[in-house]
Each structure stands twice: as structure tokens, then as C-alpha cells.
């Protein structure tokens, strides 16, 4: 296994680490109101994501779980009659 030759002195490794910077997030525009907000995310301040009011989250999950459900329940039926 290669070893390196030397120890890497404390100057050297901390000026090889000034290139370690944070970077600022990427901001995008909210379609809805304009504020800044992070990409892919639900507005904070309106709700809206991709043009829907995600204010009204609740409901929209209770629909999705609703027809997720359905079909499911009517398969463990079948097989409870069988
Ligand atoms: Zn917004």
C-alpha cells in the first residue's frame, strides 16, 4: 500500500484547506408571490409549490391516502372471502 513520504505539515494542510469554502444556496423566485425562496420546496410564505396551494396540504393528503387505500382494500376483501 502506498504511504505518504512525509507528514503534511499544519501549514500545509491548513492552506490546502483555505479552498474549503460554504457556498450561498441558489435562490428561485416563488411562482406565486415572488419572494425568494430555495428550489423545490413549497413556498414559506404563500404555500404554493409548482402552482398548488399547499396551505391546503391536509386535505390533498387525506384525497392521495383515500386512493391509495381504495383499491388496496378491495383486494384484501377478495381475498378474506376466498
Ligand atoms: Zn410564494
Known amino acids: 500500500m502506498a504511504v505518504p513520504f512525509r507528514k503534511v ?3 500545509r494542510r491548513d492552506m490546502r ?3 474549503y469554502k460554504i457556498t450561498a444556496n441558489g ?3 416563488c411562482s406565486n408571490c415572488g419572494a ?3 428550489p423545490h420546496r413549497a ?3 404563500c404555500g404554493f409549490y409548482k402552482g398548488v396551494d399547499t396551505s391546503k396540504e391536509t386535505k390533498t393528503e ?3 391516502a383515500e386512493e ?3 383499491p388496496k382494500k378491495a383486494k384484501s376483501s377478495k381475498k378474506s372471502e376466498e
Open 9 to 11: 505539515s499544519k501549514t
Open 17 to 19: 484547506r483555505t479552498h
Open 27 to 29: 435562490l428561485v423566485e
Open 36 to 38: 425568494k425562496i430555495r
Open 43 to 45: 413556498c414559506p410564505k
Open 62 to 64: 387525506v384525497k392521495v
Open 68 to 70: 391509495k387505500k381504495a
